[in-house]
Structure formats: C-alpha cells, structure tokens
Nanobody
Framework: QVQLVESGGGLVQPGGSLRLSCGASGIRFGINYMGWYRQAPGEERELVASLTSAGSTNYADSVKGRFTISRDNAKNTVYLQMNSLKPEDTAVYYC??????????WGKGTLVTVSS
C-alpha cells in the first residue's frame, strides 16, 4: 500500500521559515518526480515545487528564491524548505508522487498558516 505522509506544517509569522517533510513508502513503480502542491481556501490546487528522479527542479514563480525542494533517498523522504513566508503562502500543502504510467499518489496534506 502506497503511503505519502506529510509533516512539518504549523503556524508561523510572516518572514519565518518552515520545513515540510514527506515520507514515502510502498511505491513499487519507478518515480518520475515528486512534488509539493498547495491549496488555499477557495482556490484550486497548484504546483509549488517538483523534483525529478534525475534531480531537476521546478518551482512556481511565486515561491522562486524562497522555497527549496530536496530529497533524502536513503530515508525515502522529500522536503520543502520554506523561507521568507508570506500570508499568501497559507494553504494545505500536499505531497505528490508521479510514477511510471503517469499515475499520481497523494498525501493527506499538512496545513501551513502564515499570520502575525
């Protein structure tokens, strides 16, 4: 059974930092990429950052220079380091794994709230 489990969300003041983690297990097929998406209230889910198996990264324009996606293969974990957080970064953040066959697995999400 595939599981993606996010952690690290919480309440942070504007300008602060958080690091999200996504532990992956049970994925039997090759991973094309892993990514972080977010969904704010009343908004559609959007891609925040992705990391291919070859190590290429892609970021939403709104987070470039502030967020960094990385992975620890030994721990089957993907991270999202978020710096200089803004109130508009408030959302539920979801971990995603895209595998061979273009199938997507999703975590249940972790809430990030940026507020003073």
């Amino acid at each position: 059974q595939v599981q993606l489990v996010e952690s690290g969300g919480g309440l942070v003041q504007p300008g602060g930092s958080l690091r999200l983690s996504c532990g992956a297990s049970g994925i039997r097929f090759g991973i094309n990429y892993m990514g972080w998406y977010r969904q704010a209230p009343g908004e559609e889910r959007e891609l925040v950052a992705s990391l291919t198996s070859a190590g290429s990264t892609n970021y939403a324009d709104s987070v470039k220079g502030r967020f960094t996606i990385s992975r620890d293969n030994a721990k089957n974990t993907v991270y999202l380091q978020m710096n200089s957080l803004k109130p508009e970064d408030t959302a539920v953040y979801y971990c995603n794994a895209n595998v061979v066959g273009n199938y997507n697995y999703w975590g249940k999400g972790t809430l990030v709230t940026v507020s003073s």
